[in-house]
C-alpha cells in the first residue's frame, strides 16, 4: 500500500509577528541553465558573510561590530546613565549611541592636540592586539 501524499500547510511562510501578512512564496530551486545567468562573482564575495541592514531600515550608516574590554565600573557606570536619560531627547537613547558620540568627540580631541586638527593618516592595515 502507497503511502499517502503530504499535504501543503496554507500556512507556510507566514510570520508569527504578522499573522495576516500574506506569506511570501518558496522560491523556486534553480536549474543548473538558470546559476549560469548573472554576475557569479557577486554570489561568491557574500557566501558565508553576514549582511548587514536592509536598505531603508535603521539610519543607513556603515556600522562594523567590534568586540571591546572595557573596564566595569565605567560599562556599569554608562549603561546606568543611558538608562537614567532615556526620556531625555537630547541625550543617547542607547549605549551604541553614547559610545558613537563619546569616540567621536574624543577623536576631535585628539586631531586638535597631536594632529592640527587635520584627520589622521590611514593606518596600514590591522592594529596589533593587546598591549605594547
Known amino acids: 500500500m502507497a503511502r499517502p501524499q503530504r499535504l501543503k500547510s496554507s500556512l507556510s511562510g507566514a510570520s508569527p509577528v504578522d499573522p495576516l501578512a500574506t506569506p511570501t512564496p518558496e522560491p523556486a530551486a534553480q536549474t543548473p541553465a538558470a546559476e549560469g545567468q548573472g554576475s557569479g562573482a557577486e554570489s561568491d564575495k557574500t557566501a558565508g558573510k553576514k549582511i548587514g541592514r536592509p536598505v531603508g531600515t535603521g539610519r543607513n550608516i556603515d556600522t562594523k561590530t567590534r568586540s571591546v574590554t572595557i573596564t566595569l565600573s565605567i560599562l556599569e557606570e554608562s549603561l546606568n546613565a543611558v538608562a537614567f536619560l532615556k526620556d531625555n531627547p537630547n541625550a543617547p ?40
Open 93 to 132: 537613547r542607547t549605549f551604541t549611541q553614547l559610545l558613537d558620540q563619546a569616540l567621536f568627540e574624543k577623536n576631535a580631541q585628539l586631531r586638535e592636540q597631536y594632529n592640527n586638527g587635520e584627520p589622521f593618516p590611514q593606518r596600514e592595515g590591522k592594529l596589533r592586539p593587546g598591549p605594547r
